[in-house]
């Protein structure tokens, strides 16, 4: 049979409160104003995708990413659903400096492609599906906040910890410090958001050395662009080094990937859009390049599909899709996710399996 048709779009507001800041160096996120791209077929099954707009990371705002949304309608409206390859190269030569865009058309493109095939999204990216267990990120704070925050989701069963730092290296320590004596032989995670100098980023790794507290995985501790200090930090410690904020698109890869810039690469659809996603994950696989999949500020809508890409592709080392333990109610209502953070899509029926109605409490 032939594919169904798009015959409309739409674009509605995606916003929702936090239950904290999420406060980070480069800047924080007050609350969630997300944008939500939805796409309906001829035969009426909808697909849904979000653009999380994270200006002080990437430099997209809300109006240029809502005027990308308007313009894409056209090359989506009228066409096979089936031809979404074809509008994502359309998408990438329109809007390359607005990624977030891409993944919402993209995201609701795949989202209804698989709805309509009767299959789970994670079909379309492999086999097979596994389980994931993501990590829970402590955001930039005092001492007694990074304390409670993790004493709190210690005890709801996360083993696995993202903290945020920057700006203070010695309250940094206390805060590591604190993190593991509230949470005994927990996975560490240290994301600096390009906070520090590749210099300072060796001293608080020497410092947390002699007070013996292990850190498994060091995400951009140093400005985006300075790939020589990020190589610099790479020899000079065991901690594996992961790139983020520096391998943006798939150029970007290729010559993270030749120039041997990090021993890991954290993948995220809002940087790149879902299809090219898949292939620098590919890209980094066939260099034994280790994977981290991760996020913006985003509902269960762009979370879960990112959990899909990595559970169905398989080999993602470091899961890190925990914002919705920051939007009031989100956990409560993805079915897919538990309180102490696993993303099961084995019950996934078709598409993503979540719609705008399971986002929050309203």
């Known amino acids: 049979r032939d594919m169904p048709i798009i015959i409309s779009t739409d674009i509605k507001p995606l916003n929702a409160q936090l239950l904290q800041a999420f406060r980070t160096s480069l800047g924080s996120h007050e609350q969630l104003e997300n944008l939500l791209f939805?796409?309906?077929?001829?035969?009426?099954?909808?697909?849904?995708?979000?653009?999380?707009?994270?200006?002080?990371?990437?430099?997209?705002?809300?109006?240029?990413?809502?005027?990308?949304?308007?313009?894409?309608?056209?090359?989506?409206?009228?066409?096979?659903v089936g031809h979404f390859k074809e509008?994502?190269?359309?998408?990438?030569?329109?809007?390359?400096?607005?990624?977030?865009?891409?993944?919402?058309?993209?995201?609701?493109?795949?989202?209804?492609?698989t709805r309509d095939k009767k299959i789970p999204l994670w079909r379309y990216f492999g086999k097979s599906t596994h389980v994931l267990k993501s990590d829970i990120t402590i955001v930039l704070s005092d001492l007694k906040q990074t304390q409670d925050s993790v004493q709190k989701f210690y005890a709801h069963g996360f083993r696995a910890f993202k903290v945020k730092i920057g700006h203070d290296l010695d309250l940094d320590v206390k805060r590591m410090l604190a993190l593991k004596k509230?949470?005994?032989r927990s996975r560490i995670t240290v994301d600096a958001n390009q906070g520090y100098s590749s210099d300072e980023i060796i001293k608080f790794l020497d410092l947390l050395k002699k007070n013996k507290v292990r850190v498994d995985l060091l995400e951009l501790p140093v400005k985006k662009d300075d790939w020589e200090g990020l190589r610099k930090i790479s020899r000079s410690t065991s901690v594996l080094v992961c790139a983020d904020e520096s391998v943006r698109t798939l150029e970007d890869a290729r010559k993270a990937v030749k120039f041997k810039l990090a021993p890991v690469i954290n993948i995220k659809i809002m940087k790149c859009g879902m299809l090219h996603a898949v292939a620098i994950a590919g890209l980094a696989r066939k260099n034994n390049i280790k994977l981290m999949i991760g996020g913006m500020m985003e509902t269960s809508i762009a979370m879960t599909a990112s959990a899909h890409?990595?559970?169905?592709?398989?080999?993602?080392d470091y899961i890190d899709l925990d914002t919705p333990f920051f939007i009031k109610g989100?956990?409560?209502r993805n079915p897919y996710l538990s309180e102490d953070g696993h993303y099961n899509l084995k019950k996934v029926k078709a598409g993503i399996g979540i719609g705008p109605e399971q986002l929050y409490d309203q």
Do not use: W
């Open 182 to 184: 509230c949470a005994p």
């Open 330 to 332: 989100a956990v409560k």
């Open 38 to 80: 939805s796409v309906t077929l001829d035969n009426g099954i909808q697909g849904y995708g979000e653009a999380a707009i994270a200006t002080h990371i990437t430099g997209e705002t809300y109006q240029a990413t809502l005027k990308c949304l308007e313009k894409s309608r056209s090359l989506c409206e009228g066409k096979r």
């Open 87 to 113: 509008i994502s190269k359309q998408l990438h030569r329109a809007f390359s400096r607005n990624p977030a865009a891409i993944a919402a058309v993209e995201t609701a493109l795949l989202d209804a492609f």
């Open 309 to 316: 890409l990595a559970a169905g592709m398989g080999g993602f």
